[in-house]
Each structure stands twice: as C-alpha cells, then as structure tokens.
C-alpha cells in the first residue's frame, strides 16, 4: 500500500529543488552573459553593463575576430596539442598502469610508491624550465606535450580498473598464445573504454585550457593555443591585431568588450560540444576506478 508522503518531506523536496534550480541558474546566467554580450553592440555593452537579452544584434565582434587567420590559427594549434597531447596521455598511462596492476610483476611497490610521491613533492617551475630547455623543447610543441605525460592521480585510478578485471579472461589469453601486449590492446583495453573514455576527457580539457605552460615555454606567437591568445586580449587588452581594420569602414572602431566575449564563446564552444558525447560514461569510469586501492 503506498502512503503519502508526510508534509515536511513534501517541504523538503520543495526547497532542495528551489535551491538547486537557484544554484543551477547562478552557473548558467555568466555562459547567457557572455554569449549575450558577443552580439550586443559596444555602444549597449557600455551603458547598460550586464545584458541577457541584446536588443541591438551585432555580429561586428565575429566578423572583426574573423577577418584575419590569426584567431583560427591559435584554434588549430590548441586542437593539435589537445588530439596529440590526449593521445599520448592516455597511451602511455595505460602502458603503465597495466604492469603495475599486475600482482606477478617486479618492484611493483617501489615504483608506486615514486608514482605516489610525485603527487606529493615536485621539482617546482624553475626546475621544471631547465630541464625543458635543456631537452631543447622550449618553442616547440613538445614542451607542453611531454612534461605532464602521465597524471599520477589518473594512473592510480586507471590502474585501479584494470585490477579488476577478471583474471581468467588474461590466463584464457595466455593459453591461446597471447603476449601482454595483445592482451593489453586487445581484451583489457575493450573492456576498460567507460574510465579510459573518462580520463580522455579529463586530459583533454586539461590541454585545451592550458595557457602557464605556453606562457613559459612558446615565445612565437603564431605558435599560441587558443587560451593564450584569450589571456592576451582580455587580460592584457592586446586585440589589436586579431583583426583587420582595413576591411571594414574607415571609421570602423572595434568593439572591445563584445570582441573579448566572442573569443570566450569561440574557445569554449568546442569542449562543450564534445562533452556530452562523453559524459554518460563519467560516473561507471570514476566508480569503477575507485573501489580498490
């Protein structure tokens, strides 16, 4: 017999969906504003302030960023080192999380024990650009691929998931003349693509968000990812040469701050579009990673 439910369960429910719709529209309302503001005009932007709805639509801030190369140049470059940088981030903590995963292998405690401490201490900075520019990584895209290869915290989880797959399916393997490498690639990886689809995502948005590093080691700024760029035009002010005046009128001025919101929108449009492609497999990849230490 199903009962009603009682009056402060009722109030309750009320407030937590009060709170969270409230909490949901506070994260939501800056992504409205900056869109907003990428096609409002300069002239609504410095009068009214904060804007939802433009009522002048402009599209001058996209074709003003979309007159010269110089913007898609920098998206390129930050879809190369994210397409590149995720490959090999995934390739190579997979190829050690698996050896350590396994209980037969050799100084396997030892080795995680150093993978444990470097979560804990590093070199620091200084340290860290020595070593790149000795390495004769500094201007090139190696420096913001190789130095943060493998996430330490990443390879204990994934190695975590690959403990717990059964032993049998790698004893079955091994009967039928299996190496480790083709089990690795052809029965541990298959069955690990929820937390290895998880962690790809994670590492990608790490790459694609990355501006420090670049920063420090690429000093051409052809060579830009797109979050430099957006640091140098809103934080900096230093637009002026991401589009072409001449193309326009000859009293064009360009709109600062609907120019800053529309290279906002354009860097982030991308990872949000991949996003949802990926998010369903967020939670079993965490999860099941999780579970043993």
């Known amino acids: 017999m199903v009962h009603d439910r009682s009056l402060g369960s009722r109030i309750f429910d009320t407030l937590n969906v009060t709170f969270l719709g409230l909490f949901a529209l506070i994260t939501v309302v800056p992504f409205i504003y900056v869109i907003a503001g990428s096609f409002a005009t300069q002239r609504e932007l410095l009068e009214k302030g ?10 001058e801030a996209y074709r003003f960023i979309f007159s010269t190369s110089t913007l898609m140049t920098s998206m390129w470059v930050t879809i190369f080192i994210t397409v590149a940088g995720t490959l090999i981030n995934i390739v190579l903590t997979c190829l050690m999380a698996y050896p350590l995963a396994r209980r037969d292998m050799d100084f396997r405690k030892p080795i995680q024990l150093m993978v444990i401490f470097t979560m804990l201490f590093s070199g620091g900075m200084i340290p860290t650009f020595i070593v790149v520019k000795e390495l004769g990584m500094i201007d090139t895209y190696w420096s913001l691929l190789l130095p943060g290869a493998i996430s330490a915290f990443n ?20 009967i039928d003349g299996a190496n480790d490498i083709a089990i690795l690639f052809k029965i541990v990886l298959p069955l690990s693509l929820p937390a290895i689809a998880t962690f790809s995502l994670f590492y990608a948005v790490g790459h694609w968000n990355t501006f420090f590093n670049a920063v420090l080691y690429i000093n051409d700024a052809a060579k830009w990812p797109i979050q430099v760029l957006l640091r140098q035009i809103v934080i900096l002010s230093q637009g002026g040469g991401l589009g072409d005046t001449a193309a326009f009128e000859a009293d064009f001025v360009p709109p600062e701050q609907s120019v800053k919101m529309a290279v906002i929108v354009i860097s982030t449009l991308p990872i949000l579009l991949v996003y949802p492609f990926l998010q369903k497999h967020f939670a079993k990849g965490v999860l099941l990673g999780s579970v043993k230490g």
Not at 51 to 58: A, G, N
């Open 155 to 174: 390879l204990i989880i994934i190695r975590s998931f690959f403990q717990q797959l059964p032993d049998g399916l790698e004893e079955s393997a091994k």
């Open 50 to 59: 904060f804007i939802l709805f433009p009522t002048e639509f402009s599209l």
